[in-house]
């Protein structure tokens, strides 16, 4: 049997947006997809960035515009979409690979920086998958991808915030998944481990925080963007079509350990 393009991973002119696109993980997984054929929004608060990462895949004979992204603005969570919508008529999906990271003691964490964590990560991934899930219900066909993380359901010390917010991520993607399954919307998130980008900087430059964290490791690595690159694409493509409402660890064991 010869080898050909799988129909079950195809992207071919398939529209993607990627909040948070010029980040750690956000940009491989645009050049990824459009690598094999689709067509991107890389949308980031860095805006300068995200035009970057698009300029770079045009550069490359990829389709891609970048445009600036703020999650914590409704406005701007409808208008990425609308870049889709404007010069491709639709959208196809959404990975939201925005985030931020912050720990700290309990007994220490500030009411503000509480409040931040959960406007960018939770409510900024409900507004991005409301805006795109207008559309995507109207289109009656979408995926939706959001990024969760092993934090979602294992406790670290010092997580109050960041895990409180990656738990609800985890299941605001299954309660989308349930309200829109009928409206041909998927909803389905990824779990990283801990991954070496700008965001998971403050825990492997700490050589102890470093080791612990890989300790707890069964595979014994830690995981790279590359690693999560297949999962992002299965997310997107057609060979997921009857998936929704789950979470893929990425992890190497980290889960399940
Ligand atoms: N790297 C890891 O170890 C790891 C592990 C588990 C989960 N995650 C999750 O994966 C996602 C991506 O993380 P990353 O490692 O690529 O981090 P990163 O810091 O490299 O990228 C995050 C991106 O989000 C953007 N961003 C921040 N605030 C924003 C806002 N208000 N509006 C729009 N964009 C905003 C940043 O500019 C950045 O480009 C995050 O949700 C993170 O929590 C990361």
Not at 30 to 41: N, T
Not at 125 to 139: D, E, P, V
Request: proline content about 5%; hydrophobic content about 50%; some cysteine.
């Amino acid at each position: 049997m010869q080898g050909k393009a799988d129909p079950l991973f195809d992207m071919l002119g398939r529209v993607v947006v990627i909040a948070g696109g010029a980040g750690g993980l956000g940009a491989p997984m645009a050049r990824a997809l459009c690598e094999r054929g689709a067509r991107v929004v890389v949308a980031d608060i860095d805006a300068r960035r995200a035009q970057e990462v698009a300029s770079h895949l045009v550069a490359h004979g990829g389709e891609a515009h970048g445009v600036p992204l703020d999650v914590t603005d409704p406005a701007s969570c409808a208008s990425a979409i609308d870049v889709a919508l404007q010069h491709w008529g639709r959208c196809d999906g959404l990975i939201n690979a925005s985030g931020i990271y912050r720990v700290g003691p309990a007994l220490e964490l500030a009411d503000t920086e509480w409040q931040r964590t959960i406007d960018v990560n939770v409510t900024g991934a409900f507004r991005l998958a409301r805006a795109a899930g207008r559309l995507m219900t109207r289109q009656r066909d979408g995926s939706i991808v959001t990024l969760a993380s092993v934090s979602s359901i294992v406790a670290n010390p010092n997580y109050a915030a960041y895990a409180a917010s990656k738990a609800a991520v985890a299941h605001l993607t299954r309660v989308l998944a349930v309200e829109w399954a009928a409206l041909g919307v998927r909803v389905n998130a990824i779990g990283p481990a801990v991954t070496p980008t700008p965001l998971a900087a403050p825990i492997l430059e700490d050589e102890k925080t470093r080791a612990g964290a890989l300790a707890r490791i069964p595979m014994g690595r830690l995981g790279t963007p590359e690693d999560l690159l297949a999962a992002a694409i299965f997310l997107m493509s057609p060979g997921s079509a009857f998936m929704t409402g789950q979470m893929l660890y990425v992890d190497g064991g980290r889960s399940i350990s």
